[in-house]
């Protein structure tokens, strides 16, 4: 099967800066992209999905971008927190893929 | 709501033994899914049970069965453990295979020596 990956393994931000978490897929019949977040010690958290028919969709504090074109996706967290620490996966549908993920890193 | 529950939170196996790591979720979900992850990648999909009555192989199902018990449960079983098969394993539910979110419960941390 096709997976999702290119992923940056890390990322660091300044408390109250905005961040910006990158992800290449492969999937062009994917229907669905979705993104998770995963804290240290427990179970990924679904955060946003974004139709593949849609460029953009906005959250709270969150917004998702979906280039087609480029078979690229991102996710934009505004304001980032401590609480925003955790790694970030991406994943492609319909039978969910996940990425390896990018662990966001706040600094005080 | 508990959500999504898993048993045990850690196990620790010789290479050749046996267990069943149960999954139990409280949210009238469908389908249900196990997934392993390893140290720097994400999670792959083991087995996934669509509906009650149905299960079908994911990405990685060699060493593993499962059985849908009933709507609420879903277990995972190793035959014979080997050292591969070290990783932390999550269970998952969803409304409907075509539903995305899922819900994941806390995981097993399973090592095999």
């Known amino acids: 099967g096709e997976s999702v990956g290119l992923h940056l393994p890390t990322l660091s931000v300044q408390e109250g800066d905005n961040s910006i978490i990158n992800c290449a897929y492969s999937?062009?019949?994917?229907?669905?992209f979705i993104w998770y977040k995963q804290e240290s010690g427990k179970g990924p958290q679904f955060i946003i999905d974004?139709?593949?028919?849609?460029d953009k969709r906005q959250g709270q504090r969150v917004t998702v971008l979906l280039n087609k074109t480029v078979k690229h996706l991102s996710l934009q967290i505004a304001a980032t927190q401590p609480g925003d620490s955790a790694v970030y996966f991406c994943a492609e549908t319909p039978r969910v893929t996940f990425g390896s993920g990018t662990q966001l890193t706040v600094l005080p | 709501n508990a959500g999504v529950t898993q048993t045990p939170k850690f196990q620790v196996l010789k290479t050749g033994q046996s267990m069943t790591l149960q999954c139990a979720q409280d949210?009238?979900?469908?389908?249900m899914y196990w997934y392993r992850q390893d140290p720097g990648m994400g999670l792959r999909l083991i087995y996934y049970s669509a509906s009650e009555g149905t299960t079908d192989k994911g990405e990685v199902p060699n060493g593993y069965n499962v059985s849908r018990l009933n709507k609420r449960e879903f277990s995972l079983r190793l035959e014979s453990a080997a050292p591969s098969q070290t990783s932390v394993y999550f269970c998952?539910?969803?409304?409907?295979?075509?539903?995305?979110?899922?819900?994941f419960g806390p995981g097993t941390r399973l090592t095999v020596t």
């Open positions: 999937n062009s019949a994917s229907d669905y």
């Open positions: 949210m009238n979900h469908n389908s």
């Open positions: 998952a539910s969803s409304v409907g295979q075509r539903v995305y979110e899922q819900y």
């Open positions: 974004i139709r593949s028919n849609m």
